[in-house]
């Protein structure tokens, strides 16, 4: 591929960056997934608005992580790919530090479900 610039391409970048549309988790619970980021012990590791006790600080917050563009640095946030992550980081990358910790694919739909309607950063920035 030639690495030419291409306005199209920078254009398609920037309007991703500046607008990423709601994620929809097919199947998904927001209500179900806050329980499950509680009994899984998420909290230990992250801070995660709206979860009792969840103030961690081995992981990122997981504030605003509805907006990012990657999880982990490495994969596209897409529902699909967070799940995948929640239930087998280490597939994703070996030397992560978060472990998995046996999270089933549906509770993993139910916590992106979640996850995915945290869009709002401490800076109080929306995405
Ligand atoms: C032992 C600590 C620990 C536990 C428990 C833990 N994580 Fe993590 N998590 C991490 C660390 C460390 C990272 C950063 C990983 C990296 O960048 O390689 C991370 C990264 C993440 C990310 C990506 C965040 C981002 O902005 O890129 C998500 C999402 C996530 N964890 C969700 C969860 C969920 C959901 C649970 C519970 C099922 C959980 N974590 C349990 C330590 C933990």
Aim: net charge positive.
């Amino acid at each position: 591929m030639s690495a030419r610039f291409n306005p199209l391409l920078l254009t398609v970048l920037l309007s991703a960056a500046c607008s990423p549309k709601p994620r929809v988790v097919a199947g998904g619970d927001p209500a179900r997934g806050a329980a499950h980021l509680s009994n899984y012990g998420c909290g230990s590791c992250h801070s995660i608005p709206g979860i009792r006790g969840a103030h961690g600080l081995v992981g990122p917050s997981l504030a605003g992580v509805g907006g990012r563009q990657y999880i982990a640095g490495m994969l596209p946030n897409e529902p699909a790919q967070l799940a995948h992550w929640i239930v087998d980081p280490h597939s994703v990358n070996p030397k992560t530090a978060m472990p998995n910790i046996g999270v089933t694919a549906k509770d993993a739909a139910d916590i992106s479900a979640y996850l995915y309607t945290l869009v709002e950063t401490p800076g109080g920035h929306t995405w």
